[in-house]
């Protein structure tokens, strides 16, 4: 790329997964982060998946209100920070 060398091919077995690399490896997922925060156009990417996180760590009986809160913020086409690209299937209200 860009002239440089050609990195190696990947070892046999080598997990080279967008959650292997961006999720379970810290910096990879600090790096992947701090890209989407650079990029105007994926910053409320990186905002939801901030906010998923969060989610993650709510104690349950924070859970519905902070499920409300992500729902209006970006998954409403009138939210602060919509996020156009989740499926339909993605942003329902949960069923049940």
């Known amino acids: 790329q860009n002239g440089g060398p050609a990195p190696p091919p990947p070892l046999p077995g080598e997990d080279l997964s967008f959650r292997w690399q961006c999720v379970e490896q810290p910096i990879g997922k600090q790096l992947f982060q701090r890209f989407l925060e650079g990029a105007p156009q994926l910053a409320a990417a ?51």
């Open 46 to 96: 990186g905002a939801l998946w901030t906010e998923l996180e969060a989610y993650e760590r709510c104690e349950e009986g924070e859970r519905s209100g902070a499920a409300a809160a992500i729902r209006g913020r970006f998954f409403s086409p009138a939210g602060a920070q919509h996020c156009p690209f989740l499926s339909p299937q993605a942003t329902a209200p949960p069923s049940g």
